[in-house]
């Protein structure tokens, strides 16, 4: 069964980047896209972008000035960075795991990662 | 806002049934996908596309679609449905995923 495991920083400032890492463990890398989604305190989730096995990405047209996702298909692990953070970037963080065929159908999620930007 | 749109909350009595909508414009080309999400939790796919249900996923929980609306179904609802649920697909350029802002559900 595939598992997820995610870590990275929780307490950032203001103009920091935000980096964070997603572990596959469990199943191939291959055939799949990888997501990040976030979900700010009490509000809904926003799609970040993903990319997928040969690292071609797709980025939410919100962010995708300052979010980079990339991937290490030698540790089966990939990560995402978001640059020029704000109080508005305080979320927390999931990684998920999507088939080619619908790229829509999230299953499984990481655990999740609350990052906080604060002065 | 978003490109799909759910009722932001929903009751049901224990053990009847509720249905919660998702409506958007992609969807009369897209499948959708429904999440469940309790407090402190990850989102849990419940069901995705026009039949299906993933393993470990009670069968109380169905789905449909008619037009740009997505439904969840819940027949014979238990106090542990009470979670926010969440329905996602493509935006209507078919680019990029959204996901609705969430319906949260308790169960009377």
């Known amino acids: 069964q595939v598992q997820l495991q995610q870590w990275g920083a929780g307490l950032l400032k203001p103009s920091e980047t935000l980096s964070l890492t997603c572990a596959v463990y469990?199943?191939?890398?291959?055939?799949?896209?990888w997501s990040w989604i976030r979900q700010p305190p009490g509000k809904g989730l926003e799609w970040i972008g993903e990319?997928?096995?040969?690292?071609?990405?797709n980025y939410n047209t919100s962010l995708e000035s300052r979010v980079t996702i990339s991937l290490d298909t030698s540790k089966n692990q990939f990560s995402l960075n978001l640059n020029s953070l704000s109080a508005a970037d305080t979320a927390v963080y999931y990684c998920?795991?999507?088939?080619?065929?619908?790229?829509?159908?999230?299953?499984?999620w990481g655990q999740g990662t609350l990052v906080t930007v604060s002065s | 806002s978003s490109e799909l749109t759910q009722d932001p909350a929903v009751s049901v009595a224990l053990g009847q049934t509720v249905r919660i909508t998702c409506q958007g414009d992609s969807l009369r080309n897209y499948f959708a996908g429904w999440y469940q999400q309790k407090p402190g939790q990850a989102p849990l796919l419940v069901f995705f596309g026009k039949y299906n249900r993933p393993a470990g996923i009670p069968d109380r929980f169905s789905g449909s679609g008619s037009g740009n609306t997505a439904s969840l179904t819940i027949t014979g609802a238990q106090a542990a449905d009470e979670a926010d649920y969440f329905c996602?697909?493509?935006?209507?350029?078919?680019?990029?995923?959204?996901f609705g802002g969430g319906t949260k559900l308790t169960v009377l």
């Open positions: 998920a795991r999507a088939s080619v065929a619908a790229r829509w159908r999230f299953d499984p």
């Open positions: 996602n697909s493509w935006d209507s350029s078919g680019n990029h995923l959204v």
């Open positions: 469990g199943g191939s890398f291959s055939g799949y896209y």
């Open positions: 990319i997928n096995q040969i690292g071609s990405t």
